[in-house]
T-cell receptor, first 115, second 109 residues
Framework: SAVISQKPSRDICQRGTSLTIQCQVD?????MFWYRQQPGQSLTLIAT?????????ESGFVIDKFPISRPNLTFSTLTVSNMSPEDSSIYLC????????????FGPGTRLTVL | GQNIDQPTEMTATEGAIVQINCTYQ??????LFWYQQHAGEAPTFLSY??LDGLEEKGRFSSFLSRSKGYSYLLLKELQMKDSASYLC??????????WGAGTKLIIKP
């Protein structure tokens, strides 16, 4: 199984600022994803982080608000830009591995509170 | 559209058995996952089914029927630490996970 770390584990930020979350995997993986989970809700996919090209965003999420970098096969960043209290959530990095992507693991998450 | 249904909440007694059901309608199917998520923590992988039948892993078993679009997670000999949310997710034709809303399982002594 892949070991995934995220930084920071939590942060409290002011409205209008930006926060960059880092995700590091201990092995090379093809597929990396960024999710958001708001309190009491299930997971919502923000985007698929593609190595060497622009991320693929889901409906309701745009690059200007959530820019993503994927410089190599073990690392990705998600930036939450111009934050508002509605962005308060847990942000999770996930990777898919295995021949049929039948191994999907999550990082520990970043708990973001926007005041 | 794509849809995954599971009960919102279930209650069971310590030492007992509980079955959490999941039904799905998705564009394509490349497997079904069950995850456990304790409050404030990330989901942890429990099981993956891609063929029909029952997969057993210790106290936890997962069943799949592709023709019925149905799966269940069976938890035996329940312990208080099993109190958590259990998430059902289907890997669709684009190899993206489609998530259910999760089932909150409450274990009572």
């Amino acid at each position: 199984s892949a070991v995934i770390s995220q930084k920071p584990s939590r942060d409290i930020c002011q409205r209008g600022t930006s926060l960059t979350i880092q995700c590091q995997v201990d092995s090379q993986v093809t597929m990396m994803f960024w999710y958001r989970q708001q309190p009491g809700q299930s997971l919502t996919l923000i985007a698929t982080a593609n190595q060497g090209s622009e991320a693929t965003y889901e409906s309701g999420f745009v690059i200007d608000k959530f820019p993503i970098s994927r410089p190599n096969l073990t690392f990705s960043t998600l930036t939450v830009s111009n934050m508002s209290p509605e962005d308060s959530s847990i942000y999770l990095c996930s990777v898919a591995a295995g021949d049929s992507y039948n191994e999907q693991f999550f990082g520990p998450g970043t708990r973001l509170t926007v005041l | 559209g794509q849809n995954i249904d599971q009960p919102t909440e279930m209650t069971a007694t310590e030492g007992a058995i509980v079955q959490i059901n999941c039904t799905y309608q998705t564009s394509g199917f490349n497997g079904l996952f069950w995850y456990q998520q304790h409050a404030g923590e990330a989901p942890t992988f429990l099981s993956y089914n891609v063929l029909d039948g029952l997969e057993e892993k210790g106290r936890f078993s997962s069943f799949l029927s592709r023709s019925k679009g149905y799966s269940y997670l069976l938890l035996k000999e329940l312990q208080m630490k099993d109190s958590a949310s259990y998430l059902c997710a289907v890997l669709d034709s684009n190899y993206q996970l489609i998530w259910g809303a999760g089932t909150k399982l409450i274990i009572k002594p």
